[in-house]
């Protein structure tokens, strides 16, 4: 169940950013069951004509997450795409309480260095809302948020 929510908040936040005028790509997830082919990231965008990858992860409930949460293919993808002059970004859907869904997201090379984000830190984080009922993350916030990141902050 984990992974189809992580798909589908992926896709919420998809639409949210083609709403603010961005291209976003979802990269689909591998449903064979045989040979499995290791995707760099889950979606691909261009934010103000910046290049940007995303790789997302999903928690029920505020966990540490570190390094260790991704794969050594997703960690290699994303340190070579900032490499080369895009902007990288991990995100972090977590269920903070009761009905308060929150995505978190950091730049990778923000995210490598601060080697982990502890759970009690996670509620304090500069978050992006979802609006369930919508099916929507908060677009103010989202381009708030995405123009901080591409900043540096």
């Known amino acids: 169940m984990a992974r189809g929510k992580e798909t589908e908040l992926s896709n919420h936040f998809r639409k949210t950013l083609e709403k603010l005028g ?25 934010i103000d004509g910046r290049a940007c990858a995303i790789e997302f ?11 260790n949460s991704l794969s050594p293919n997703q960690r290699a993808a994303l340190e070579k795409f900032e490499a080369s002059g895009g902007l990288a970004l ?7 309480g009761r009905g308060d869904l929150r995505l978190l997201i950091w730049r990778y090379s923000d995210f490598k260095e601060r080697g ?14 979802y609006y369930g009922r919508e099916n929507v993350f908060d677009a103010s916030q989202t ?9 540096g902050f």
């Open 143 to 151: 381009a708030k948020r995405l123009l901080d990141l591409e900043n």
């Open 22 to 46: 961005h291209y976003a790509y979802k990269i689909p997830d591998d449903t064979s069951s045989r040979f499995k082919i290791a995707r760099p990231f889950d979606m691909v965008a261009s």
């Open 116 to 129: 982990r984000v502890l759970a009690r830190e996670q509620v304090k984080e500069p978050y992006i809302a």
């Open 57 to 67: 992860k999903w928690r029920k409930t505020p966990e540490s997450i570190n390094q």
């Open 90 to 96: 991990v995100g972090l859907f977590v269920k903070v």
